[in-house]
């Protein structure tokens, strides 16, 4: 049970690049999410998801597209990366949809834009 | 508005002495998560403690333990015998049962030898 694995671990971009940031979980949950952690802050919510076929924006989404095409996997894309979404990107995930379980989080991805 | 709040930007104690991070939070809904998670320098995130709104007593997990005051929207953490590990940012974080992760700013704590 490996948990919540992110991809890469650290990633530079230019300006105008695109990318996109993994995120899979073996857990079977249902709930997953993106998040950014800017330096000296808490986490900001950019997108989820309840299930497959299902997403929502959060409170910092734009920039960003995700998709859920299945259970396990909830890739972020940035399709032109900016310096301003240099950051620390975070995806987590919980079992139970509308529930207030614990989220768990994959180890973060570290991106600088240039 | 729902919101976490996280007064102190950080905190210096000494080694083997108890702590009391705060932390209070504004909600109306009658059903929330309330939660502490610690980030060390290496920067994940890590699970401390959990209280629900409806839990009756207040969490406990080993050396953690949460102070759930619910009249005064309060919850802190409190972590005895601190240790040189116990170094990090910590944050409070509530989930208000609308499926979204509320953070606050964060306490750095430091441990001194």
């Known amino acids: 049970n490996a948990g919540v694995t992110q991809t890469p671990k650290f990633q530079v971009l230019k300006t105008g690049q695109s990318m996109t940031l993994q995120c899979a979980q073996d857990?079977?949950?249902?709930?997953m999410s993106w998040y950014r952690q800017d330096p000296g802050m808490g986490l900001r919510l950019i997108h989820y998801?309840?299930?497959?076929?299902?997403?929502d924006q959060g409170e910092v989404p734009n920039g960003y597209n995700v998709s859920r095409s299945t259970t396990e996997d909830f890739p972020l894309r940035l399709l032109s990366a900016a310096p301003s979404q240099t950051s620390v990107y975070f995806c987590?995930?919980?079992?139970?949809?509308?529930?207030?379980?614990?989220?768990?989080f994959g180890p973060g991805t570290r991106l600088l834009v240039l | 508005a729902q919101k976490i709040t996280q007064t102190q930007p950080g905190m210096f104690v000494q080694e083997k002495e108890a702590v009391t991070l705060d932390c209070t939070y504004d909600?109306?809904?009658?059903?929330?998560?309330l939660f502490w998670y610690k980030q060390p320098s290496s920067g994940e995130m890590i699970f401390l403690i959990y209280?629900?709104?409806?839990?009756?007593q207040n969490a406990t997990e080993g050396r953690y333990s949460l102070n759930f005051q619910k009249a005064r929207k309060s919850a802190n953490l409190v972590i005895s015998a601190s240790q040189l590990g116990d170094s990090a940012m910590y944050f409070c974080?509530?989930?208000?049962?609308?499926?979204?992760?509320?953070f606050g700013t964060g306490t750095r704590l430091t441990i001194i030898p």
């Open positions: 987590a995930s919980s079992p139970l949809r509308g529930s207030v379980e614990t989220q768990y």
């Open positions: 857990m079977n949950h249902e709930y």
């Open positions: 998801s309840v299930g497959a076929g299902i997403t």
């Open positions: 909600t109306s809904d009658p059903s929330y998560g």
């Open positions: 209280q629900g709104s409806y839990d009756q």
């Open positions: 974080v509530a989930n208000f049962g609308n499926e979204k992760l509320t």
